[in-house]
Structures are given as C-alpha cells and as structure tokens.
C-alpha cells in the first residue's frame, strides 16, 4: 500500500504562509494525491487534490515535486479557523487504499 | 442544502447489543463509504459501496456489516462480534469510486460501547 509521511505537528502565525510537506517516496504513476483537513470532532473535509502539475483552487495550493515523490499543501495566508489536522491521502485511479494516516496537526497563533 | 446527513451524533449501547448507524445523503453519488476513526488517529476504512446492491469490505470489516438498498442511504450495524466498537464513525460518499474523486464527509456519529 502507498503510503504517506508528515510531521506530527506545526506551527503558523496568522495571516502568514504556511506550507505542509507530505512524503510519498512509493507513490505509483496512477496514484492521486489528495489532502483533507478535519476539525475536532467533525468529518474531514476535502482542500485540493493533484496528480502531476500543480493544482491551485479558493482553499490551497498544492506543489507537487518533479519526481512526485512529496508534495506540499500552501495555505497563502492562516487563519484561526485554519488550525486543523491535515492529512496527505494517496488513491489510485481505481480508487482503492484511501489510507488517512495520522496526519499533520497545524496551531495557528494569533 | 445537498450534503450527508448522520444519525444520531452521539449514541450509548450495552455490551453485547447491536447497533445501526444511518447515513444519507442527496447527492446522488454512486460510491459511500464507512470509516473509523480512533482518538488521535487517521481514519480507517470498513466497507464501501460502488453501486446500489452491491458493496465490499473495507480494511477492518469484521464485526461490521452493512447494506445499500437505495442509492442515497448506506447504514452500517456494529455487531456483538464487534471486540471494540467505542469510536468515532464517519460515512463519506463520491460521485464514483475513482481516485480522482473527492470525498464528502458526514458530521460522524460517536459511538460509546458501556
């Protein structure tokens, strides 16, 4: 199974960029990478998901390196209601193995 | 307001009795899914379901079981042979299976075996 690495946790000051790094050295040609975001007690929500290029939409960035093997998801500018656990997800074409890990924990001080 | 709804958010059981968590959702997606989700740790996935009438097991499927009779409704029961079914359960759904698909999210039911 394709598996994802990140740190356990960060740190940001509001309003500045953030930028959460995610590896996935096993990543396979076919494999999509997603990010969630989840709050405490709520259902993960869906930020941005790439495959080769970069992607950007109203929540994020994703960079994706050249060789696909760690990508990184840019917040442009934090805010308190940023702070969340954010999970670097890794699914195949077919869209099998959504495997969640445990994802990066981001604080957002004021 | 399209979206998944689940029911209830919180629900206390006995040992031993089985318990069926609801999940619907009007967004005409093809594919649901069911997860657990352990304190301080990722989601992992039970069962999902490609189409009506048709669904497979997940990573962590035994003790669990589900059913999908109607497109928009995909409810999963926690068993007796459940060994330790205290957690927070999401339900998801996608307009089909592939990859490339997001995942949309209930609100989760938390479920407390006393």
């Known amino acids: 199974d394709a598996k994802t690495t990140q740190p356990n946790s960060m740190e940001s000051n509001e309003e500045e960029p953030v930028h959460l790094p995610c590896n996935h050295s096993t990543i396979s040609g076919t494999d999509y990478i997603h990010w969630y975001r989840q709050l405490p007690s709520q259902g993960p929500e869906y930020v941005i998901h790439g495959l080769t290029s970069n992607v950007n939409n109203r929540m994020a960035s994703l960079a994706i390196a050249e060789d696909r093997k760690s990508s990184t998801l840019i917040l442009h500018r934090a805010t308190l209601r940023d702070a969340a656990v954010y999970y670097c997800i890794l699914r195949d074409f077919s869209g099998n193995q959504f495997y969640f890990g445990t994802g990066t924990s981001l604080t957002v001080i004021p | 307001d399209g979206g998944i709804t689940q029911s209830p958010k919180y629900l206390f059981r006995k040992e031993g009795q089985n318990v069926t968590l609801s999940c619907e959702q009007n967004l005409n997606h093809d594919a649901m899914y069911w997860y657990r989700q352990d304190p301080g740790q990722g989601l992992r996935l039970i069962y999902y379901?490609?189409?009506?009438?048709?669904?497979q097991k997940g990573d962590i499927a035994e003790g669990y079981s589900v059913s999908r009779e109607k497109k928009e409704s995909f409810p999963l029961t926690v068993t007796s042979a459940q060994k330790n079914p205290t957690a927070f359960y999401l339900c998801?759904?996608?307009?089909?299976?592939?990859?490339?698909?997001?995942?949309?999210f209930g609100p989760g039911t938390r479920l407390t075996v006393l």
């Open positions: 998801a759904s996608s307009i089909s299976r592939g990859g490339y698909n997001e995942q949309f």
């Open positions: 379901s490609q189409i009506v009438n048709d669904f």
